[in-house]
């Protein structure tokens, strides 16, 4: 048996349950509640919410007769579980340190549970077994795989399971249709301005660098444009130094802004002579909130135009990367951009991750050199990097592009 663990947040507890309820369904259990502050820039205006936790089970299995129904869940945890939370109310301001307990086992059970539950899968027909290790050895989340093998069960018959092949270039076309391309607006008059964002470590300086370089020195999606390169970056010595190398590499200008004003003069400097204003911002952590909301403040300097692109890793698990396009929200980002495909070999958590928040994809990395290893994405070439799948790519390149 596999579950997935959540946590949402709300007004109040009744609020917290209803999107509980919304998004995962009747499955979802409730662990623990605690009180949070919510809202506010800067650390003020913030008010009073309650935060959420539990898990939910998604597995289903295969029934006789030729319909498919939920195992039966191992029934005296769930009693006993039952109990302790009837017995136990979880005051809003203090959780209630039985279920903390129990909801951090929860987690360390589940491969326990789902050893155990491995039986179960002979009543599953043997293309839907294969397909689910498929999901789970590209990473894809619990919920994404689930969907996707309801849709198989929906839409193909016991005689049409039969053959694989056909089953999974379904699949994998459905794969695709959940994976969102960034389209680019053409801005009304240059410059267009373009900011990274994102935590530590995701290689946001590298990803400047690799941009200026592509529209820059190469022209490589049109003609050559004119481009700059800011850096807010002020407490990193290395990261001013590595991008005014790689400016100095490709004659590309930098400038360096400290504060808000600052990086509004730079940007009004070189308003009429450049077509293209990258901005490379100071990594920081999804958790830290006072230090996000500072880092807002500061770009709203770049004006109301400006696009804001979310840089992250394609190696961050799925819990991660759900966190991380969560706490950037204030950001307004419009799309995410990929860094480090080539160090990972499972992409299905990325999948996954931007199709529950409905976020499009932009841009791809995959290597250290700027002046190359970097493209605008595009579902190919997530699809490519398939683990398992037989990849028809004649066929998904005429169904979704030439990439």
């Known amino acids: 048996m596999s579950f997935e663990t959540f946590k949402v947040q709300g007004a109040n507890y009744d609020d917290c349950v209803q999107k509980v309820r919304w998004e995962y369904g009747e499955k979802a259990v409730v662990m623990k509640r ?41 029934l005296d945890f ?36 789902d050893a155990k539950a491995l039986p179960q899968r002979d009543e599953e027909h043997p293309t839907l077994v294969r397909l689910e290790d498929l999901f789970a050895q590209n990473d894809f989340s619990l919920n994404y795989t689930k969907a996707m093998l309801d849709r198989v069960r929906k ?5 049409a399971l039969e053959d694989f092949d056909a089953v999974q270039d379904r699949v994998i076309e459905w794969i695709g249709e959940t994976i969102t391309i960034y389209t680019e607006t053409p801005v009304r008059r240059p410059p267009r301005i373009l900011v990274l964002v994102g935590p530590t470590g995701v290689g946001k300086t590298t990803t400047i660098a690799k941009l200026a370089a592509a529209y820059g020195v190469h022209g490589r999606w049109g003609e050559r444009l004119r481009v700059v390169m800011i850096t807010i970056d002020g407490y990193r010595i290395a990261a001013r ?11 590309i200008p930098v400038a360096y802004a400290n504060n808000n004003e600052e990086l509004r003069k730079t940007i009004a ?35 109301p135009a ?29 799309s995410v951009v990929v860094t480090k495909l080539d160090e990972t070999s499972r992409v ?15 841009y791809i990395t995959n290597g250290q050199g700027v002046e190359e290893y970097i493209h605008r994405a595009g579902v190919v070439r997530f699809l490519i990097n398939l683990e398992g799948f037989r990849i028809d790519r004649d066929a998904i390149e005429k169904q979704f592009g030439e990439q």
């Open 78 to 113: 769930e009693t006993e579980k039952q109990k302790i939370l009837a017995a136990a109310p979880v005051p809003v301001n203090k959780p209630d340190p039985t279920l903390e307990k129990l909801l951090a086992r929860v987690e360390t059970l589940t491969e326990k549970i």
């Open 241 to 251: 130094d590595q991008l005014e190398k790689y400016g100095s590499i490709m004659e």
């Open 348 to 362: 299905g958590n990325v999948i996954s991750a931007l199709f529950a928040d409905g976020k499009p994809v932009s």
């Open 34 to 74: 605690r009180a949070v502050r919510v809202g506010g820039v800067l650390g003020l205006f913030t008010r009073e919410g309650v935060e959420v936790t539990g898990y939910i089970s998604t597995d289903l299995r295969y029934a006789s007769g030729g319909s498919y129904a939920a195992p039966a869940r191992p």
């Open 155 to 159: 839409e193909f018959s016991l005689d």
């Open 269 to 303: 400097f070189h308003q009429d002579s450049a077509d293209l204003i990258l901005v490379d911002t100071i990594g920081k952590s999804p958790r830290d909130a006072v230090e996000l909301a500072k880092m807002k403040a500061f770009l709203d300097a770049c004006g």
């Open 306 to 334: 400006a696009e804001v692109h979310l840089a992250m890793t394609a190696g961050t698990k799925y819990s991660d990367v759900r966190e991380i396009l969560r706490q950037f929200t204030p950001f307004n980002y419009r």
